[in-house]
């Protein structure tokens, strides 16, 4: 195997196979969490934003659901996964963009942001910046629900965490540390597709918020806080939480 590597955009390298990698995830249930909080909150959604939407699994998910979905997402790597999964579905686009700079899409009925993209937004100002940047593409009164990851779930899962596997036509490695003082969340990938003999590599990084920090960065912006929840449940997310789903309202003409 060659021993040079060549550095990747994050998502670049690992778009071929993100979908192998995260095969163990039942998007299935995700999206049908996501749907509850819809039909109890918003029943009347029938266009829906998938921010940050990867290879576009939770888009074809709310596409089954019988959204109009449009899945947007700063990566082209993995919107041409995506692209190629949906094919030529009606009722079904994708966009390349930031999320900071969604400004001209939409409107949507609801907008949703899953598997703790939101935690790429590394600064509060970028925090800031998605929401005043989603507000702009959402209808008065829609639903945003977006998810986070949590500290417990940094240092239980991958303050120092090494996999490795091997799949058709490639194997990877994994080595992802967590840092509690700057509470940044590396990932580095090192990936090996038979084809070509090359070895792709590209690190990911989040910021892990307190809880409490990114409540204050939404009641600072125009959302209404509605709940943040204990991942997939309906009871309060807390610092023990592994996973926050925090769910906003769009303000109506009338607040
Ligand atoms: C963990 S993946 C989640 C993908 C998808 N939501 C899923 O559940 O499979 C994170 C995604 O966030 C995207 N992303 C990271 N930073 C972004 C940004 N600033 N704007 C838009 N997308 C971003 C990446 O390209 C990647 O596709």
């Not at 994050?10 to 969490?33: C, F, S, T």
């Not at 700079?101 to 935690?119: H, I, Q, R, T, W």
Request: hydrophobic residues 35%.
């Amino acid at each position: 195997m060659t021993d040079d590597k060549i550095p990747q955009a994050p998502y670049q390298g690992l778009a071929p196979i993100y979908d192998y990698v995260m095969r163990h995830i039942d998007y299935e249930e995700w999206v049908d969490y996501v749907h509850s909080l819809i039909e109890r909150l918003a029943p009347d959604t029938e266009q829906v934003a998938d921010l940050a939407c990867g290879t576009g699994n939770m888009s074809l998910e709310l596409k089954r659901l019988g959204y109009e979905v449009t899945g947007v997402d700063l990566s082209e790597a993995m919107l041409r996964v995506a692209n190629g999964k949906a094919g030529s579905e009606a009722g079904m686009e994708f966009v390349q963009r930031d999320l900071r700079e969604l400004e001209g899409l939409g409107p949507f009925d609801a907008v949703v942001c899953m598997y703790d993209s939101f935690n790429y937004m590394l600064e509060a100002d970028d925090l800031d910046e998605a929401l005043a940047s989603i507000a702009s593409i959402i209808r008065p009164g829609g639903l945003f629900v977006f998810d986070v990851c949590t500290q417990r779930n940094s240092l239980r899962y991958f303050h120092d965490m090494r996999d490795k596997e091997t799949g058709p036509g490639f194997s990877y490695e994994r080595h992802s540390v967590y840092d509690q003082d700057t509470r940044l969340q590396s990932n580095h990938f090192q990936i090996h597709y038979e084809e070509g003999d090359v070895v792709l590599e590209e690190t990911h990084v989040q910021r892990i918020y307190p809880v409490a920090a990114i409540a204050k960065r939404v009641k600072a912006s125009v959302f209404d806080l509605l709940d943040a929840f204990d991942g997939f449940t309906l009871n309060e997310g807390t610092e023990d939480s592994d996973r926050i789903h925090f769910v906003l309202r769009a303000p109506t003409p009338e607040n």
